[in-house]
């Protein structure tokens, strides 16, 4: 687990593997940015020169390495772009710092201590670098000899230990800031492991296990549903979904309380553990990366976890709806009448529409609770990528500013969100001869469809949002910033900032 401390020391004197400073791209070349003075003050003020001499100018997400300069203890030194310069007296911005903060991190795999002298002007900076750093510095290697062994001839361990310079290691906000950037990454790096484990090793079961575990370590109360207590339950939805499986699905209940608490927010999230699309199979080059469909209920998790360990003033409940949607004799057939939990009959014209099936459950649940606000996460729709992308998720809700204040929240945490609309008119699509509605609808605008199928199951007057995070879940290009391959733990910092201002009374 890398370590992250602040420091008042000076960069010469600070022993160190590296030390990581700022580059930004000017209108005539690279410049060198705030906190990097030392190191320019050792080059004689010479070091935006050498940079651009290297092959440097400032790009974002660029890296230049260059040995040290006399008199510092550290033999490297890294420059990372951090992309335009600033307009006059403007400051970088929080999501630039927290890229290049990713990037110096994955780039010094394998070191023991860095040092971080980046742009610092206020602890939000402190916050947003040492999340950066710590995302940044994630690699999931449990499956590999070196993960063993992180000495071993192929794999290069983490970056160990990040130090900031700049940052008031007494001052309370800034221990407050560095407390919060620890808090969220590794709960949201937690997320990216669970994503990352093959459902081989990661069915409903051992997801609830692992929530079980948490939950005691962190003082969160914890109900499990298994399949005897959802039969009885009448979960109509979660038991069709799983029905196929011979790893029986759960409901896990997850219930973060503070006693200063004036609000309470209701999370859910979709966990197929695997989704091989049930009867409904999917084409073949679709199967490879569906140990991903958890991924709403992984950062669920991890965002009520986060909540309790920051101590946030807000009461938080988390749903994860878990199941595996696999073919057999038992499985759920297309033509199909579920009975879900909330009463209402569902025709299942497609089995690979699982996801609002068990979701649809779960929301319901919640809305017993009488939340202030229920926010459902779910890696739902092929149609929302091919709308808005790999990296961008989509937003849709029953209440406008609800979902304009939930896309300011990620837009703030560096998590690109759209909000999307829930035409009426495509509500027609799901009526059903047979039930009460049907799981499909029209082809086009299918993620909208899906959003409407979903408001269906949301008790009446609670304000609900929906995030479609089927793009940006799960990476199969190579890494960016500080996102990895394959699990990146999208919406966990969403969900909690919008705890945080929920807590703060910001929401209203």
Not at 157 to 184: F, N, S, T
Not at 226 to 235: F, M, R, S
Request: hydrophobic content about 45%; proline content about 5%; overall charge neutral.
């Amino acid at each position: 687990m890398t370590a992250l401390t602040l420091s008042t020391s000076a960069a010469p004197g600070l022993r160190a593997d590296a030390i990581v400073i700022g580059v930004a791209k000017g209108a005539k070349g690279p410049v060198v940015a705030p906190g990097a003075e030392a190191v320019d003050k050792a080059y004689d003020g010479r070091l935006a020169g050498v940079l651009e001499t290297l092959g440097a100018s400032g790009g974002e997400g660029e890296v230049t390495k260059l040995p040290a300069p006399s008199g510092f203890k550290t033999p490297l030194v890294l420059a990372v772009g951090l992309g335009t310069v600033p307009e006059k007296d403007a400051e970088y911005g929080t999501e630039a710092l927290r890229k290049a903060a990713g990037v110096a991190a994955r780039a010094l795999a394998g070191s023991k201590k860095a040092a971080f002298a980046l742009p610092l002007a206020d602890a939000a900076d402190a916050c947003a670098i040492g999340e950066g750093a710590l995302l940044g510095a994630y690699s999931f290697d449990a499956y590999k000899d070196n993960g063993k062994d992180p000495k071993a001839k192929n794999g290069k361990a983490p970056l160990a230990e990040i130090v900031l310079l700049g940052g008031k290691p007494r001052d309370k906000a800034y221990k407050a800031a560095v407390e919060r950037a620890v808090a969220v990454s590794e709960e949201l790096n937690r997320s990216r492991d669970l994503v990352n484990t093959p459902p081989n090793d990661l069915n409903p079961e051992s997801f609830a296990a692992i929530a079980q575990a948490a939950a005691k370590e962190h003082g969160i109360k914890i109900q499990v549903l298994d399949e005897k207590a959802l039969t009885k339950g009448g979960y109509g939805g979660i038991l069709g979904v799983g029905s196929g499986s011979a790893a029986t699905p759960r409901l896990v209940k997850l219930s973060y309380t503070s006693s200063k608490a004036k609000k309470h927010l209701a999370f859910v999230g979709k966990g197929i553990t695997y989704d091989s699309g049930g009867i409904s199979l999917k084409p073949a080059g679709h199967n490879e990366t569906m140990k991903c469909d958890m991924a709403g209920a992984a950062s669920v998790f991890a965002a009520v976890v986060a909540a309790a360990r920051l101590g946030l003033e807000v009461n938080v409940t988390g749903w994860l709806a878990l199941a595996e949607n696999m073919p057999s004799g038992s499985a759920t057939r297309p033509g199909d009448v579920l009975r879900m939990y909330s009463g209402k009959t569902v025709e299942v014209l497609n089995t690979d529409a699982e996801g609002r099936l068990v979701l649809a459950d779960a929301l319901w649940a919640a809305s017993q609770e009488k939340p202030d606000a229920i926010v459902d996460v779910a890696t739902l729709t092929g149609a929302m990528v091919l709308a808005l992308g790999n990296r961008t998720f989509g937003i849709m809700g029953n209440d406008d500013a609800f979902r304009a204040a939930l896309c300011e929240a990620a837009e703030e945490v560096g998590e690109p969100a759209w909000p999307m609309p829930l035409p009426e008119h495509l509500r027609k699509g799901m009526d059903s001869a047979t039930a009460d509605i049907a799981n499909m609808g029209e082809r086009m605008g299918g993620g909208l469809v899906a959003g409407l199928f979903l408001r269906e199951f949301v008790g009446e007057g609670i304000t609900w949002a929906h995030l479609d995070i089927a793009g940006p879940a799960f990476n199969e290009a190579g890494p960016f910033g500080y996102t990895p391959k394959g699990g990146t733990g999208t919406a966990v910092r969403t969900l909690v900032r919008l705890a945080e201002l929920t807590a703060a009374g910001d929401l209203g």
